[in-house]
């Protein structure tokens, strides 16, 4: 009996949604995983970052099956519950939690966990007649049920990992060279989220983990380190904002200070 020689890609992906591995087919439009289009500049999805590594693109896909994978691999949903979305390191954790007499809280905003396997097979169900760009926002809207519409571009070319680069060299010398103005200027961040003002002008509720991130911001200092902060504007961006002009005061300035809120 003839020996079977397995090529290159073949057991990779899943051949019954598109032929062949990718050096049988002619390349398409390129995507990236939706994690980090989401959040590029969250440390958790840098490894889903589109990077040239040994001569190879990494992280940047052509075929649907091929970004299910990643997210199955990289993305899994880990034990959590269901109810107030701890995460466990393991089923017994799991299973003890839910077992406790005492039952914890509900909690009804979603955080960014991962991929369930009810999501993954919806996202493997759907019409395969779809041109890929369709099936990525359906599946994005699937993994992020919360927030389903993306508004930024799916493709790496317009989602430059350079880039990204730049601005984390940037933030990283802002934090080491000025840090009391970077914390006076995140400490403005936090009293807009915390605002009445500003929660009467949020859309949706805020994801879990950007509150757990703002509020663990320690204490800016009662005044920035140089410069008067009469009149100085601060842009702030978040997905949900009413583009509206608001009013904060600023530390130890006695004044009004103005904060852009702008949507995306």
């Known amino acids: 009996m003839a020996e079977v020689t397995r090529q290159f890609g073949d057991l990779d992906y899943e051949r019954n949604d598109e032929a062949g591995p990718p050096a049988r087919r002619n390349r398409g439009p390129s995507f990236i995983c939706q994690f980090y289009a989401r959040s590029p500049l969250e440390t958790r999805f840098q490894k889903c970052r589109p ?6 693109t990494l992280n940047v896909f052509t075929r649907h099956a091929d970004l299910t994978q990643h997210h199955r691999r990289i993305h899994p949903m880990p034990p959590h519950c269901p109810r107030c979305w701890e995460v466990f390191d393991g089923t017994d954790q799991e299973q003890a939690h839910a077992r406790a007499d005492v039952r914890c809280d509900v909690v009804h905003v979603r955080p960014v966990l991962g991929v ?10 759907r019409p395969r007649n779809l041109p890929f760009e369709q099936r990525w926002y359906r599946d994005y809207a699937t993994i992020f049920p919360d927030e389903p519409h993306f508004t930024g571009s799916p493709c790496p070319t ?17 934090e080491s060279e000025t840090p009391d103005l970077c914390g006076w200027t995140l400490s403005v961040v936090r009293q807009m989220f915390e605002s ?3 929660g009467s002008r949020i859309s949706r509720p805020l994801p879990l983990d950007l509150l757990q991130e703002y509020t663990s911001f320690p204490e800016a200092p009662s005044e920035p380190a140089s410069g008067n902060t009469t009149g100085r504007r601060v842009s702030i961006s978040y997905r949900g ?14 004044q009004g200070e103005s904060v852009q809120g702008s949507g995306s």
């Open 51 to 56: 990077r040239e590594e040994g001569g190879r």
């Open 116 to 125: 369930g396997a009810q999501q993954l097979r919806e996202m493997a169900t």
């Open 158 to 174: 317009l989602m430059n990992g350079d880039f990204i680069d730049i601005v984390n060299n940037c933030i990283d010398r802002l």
């Open 196 to 198: 009445q003002r500003l």
């Open 241 to 254: 904002v009413d583009p509206t002009m608001l009013q904060l005061a600023a530390p130890g300035s006695g």
